[in-house]
DNA sequence: TAGATTGTTAATCGATTAACAATC
DNA sequence: TAGATTGTTAATCGATTAACAATC
């Protein structure tokens, strides 16, 4: 059909090599071996070879890469700098901290709403994204072409809510809440920010961590 | 050594297991077979038996899981329900999104305090959680047990901050900052939480759906 | 040219899935 | 007992690493 799929694994790691790319840019180098990337990210060579190689020829042989040029192309891939706009349904705190962060604009991400069902938010706007009721959606996703919507709302309320967007023509959820959203892939592309998840993964490799030295003492005795 | 290790892959997969179990148990579902479960988790029952069997013999045979204890011997292989104070480290809006996010304390996980380096915050409490000074860190650190510190200061100071925390003695950092921080795993246990990457991974994602759909719409002609 | 380093094929490793004997 | 379903071993699949010919 379409060629083979790039596995989920390697799109998993071009933002870090994006990253990466990017504070050598501001250091100033301007190639750069796989190998001596490798040992910057602490990953193997071969690695970032292979995951390069699924988008294209980047480098040249005897020479590495430029490091501007891949991260320009890095940057292609994943969308960054081309302009996405973004809604956020749900104006609590994470929301709002959402709303507030600066740095996704700088990546051409912008948010250009906020919606909840809070009456006493109507009119308000944080950094200059007005907050609208949620009985406006319907009308804003006609007049404005949306790319994503970040869902933050109470769990009971999110299953509904992304069918909702989904009726409204968006076909991308970052879904920060603690459900499985139940869609076939067609409809749309959701990414999972689990807090809780990552904090209890988190909590079980720090007692892990914790058994793990005890018994290392125990050795030692 | 220590017997084998756990995949994180597997690990990354139990917080899963235990939130699907919660509502199982709301449903006052009492027992479930790794099928019903497999279906209704969108995974394969082999998946789970496997994971589960890394940790124990759960299950009977010819019954399955009983779903309470399930639920409850994966809650204390996460240390759920133990009690973990956190310190938060930053209180921009993320910060203080997390302190006022009620979720995470229903786990166990309690934020017991905020540091800052803004004086305007001085004095000032989130929820009851009181703002601290950051350099009242060193005095709190030694009257408090501290679990793990969520780390969400600027980018230029993560990495010192995180040498910092370390030689307080807190072992477990939750980096919301966007850099890798440097460290042996003996040292400390890291869990990123990388928002921009994860917005890139699902913008990539997203272009990736919207060729697929061209494509589709071009053979249809 | 000689040295460096890629792109890519082959080998290895690990994770997932399938199969089935054990047993409730 | 017969049927259900586990725990676990074996088979498969996919992802990572190693190796090396191609080439700048």
Redesign the pocket.
């Known amino acids: 059909m379409e060629g083979k799929e790039i ?1 989920q ?2 799109i998993r790691r071009m933002p870090r090599y994006y990253r990466h790319l990017g504070e050598l840019l501001e250091e100033g180098v301007e190639r750069i ?3 001596d990337l490798s040992r910057r990210m602490n ?5 970032i ?2 995951d ?2 699924n988008f294209g ?9 430029n490091v501007n040029y891949l991260y320009e192309e890095i940057g292609k891939i994943l969308g960054v700098n081309e302009r996405h706009n973004i809604i956020v349904i749900g104006a609590g705190n994470l929301g709002l901290a959402l709303a507030n962060y600066v740095k996704f604009e700088k990546l051409g991400f912008v948010i250009i709403g906020l919606f909840d069902i809070n009456p006493a938010l109507k009119g308000m706007s944080v950094r200059g994204i007005p907050v609208y009721m949620l009985d406006e959606l319907e009308a804003f996703c006609k007049k404005n072409r949306i790319d994503i919507a970040a869902l933050t709302v109470p769990k009971q309320k999110a299953e509904a809510m992304a069918h909702r967007l989904v009726s409204n023509g968006i076909h991308a959820i970052w879904n920060f809440v603690h459900v499985d959203l139940e869609f076939s892939e067609e409809e749309v592309v959701v990414e999972n920010v689990h807090l809780s998840d990552s904090l209890m993964q988190l909590s079980y490799n720090m007692i892990q961590k914790r058994q793990d030295a005890i018994r290392a003492e125990k050795k030692t005795e």
Chains 1, 2 share one sequence.
Do not use: C, D, E
């Not at 990953?43 to 690695?47: C, H, K, L």
């Not at 020829?57 to 890469?65: E, I, L």
């Open positions: 596995s694994a390697v071996s796989s190998n990953v193997t060579a071969s690695q070879r292979q390069l190689n020829v980047f480098g040249h042989q005897g020479y590495g890469y």
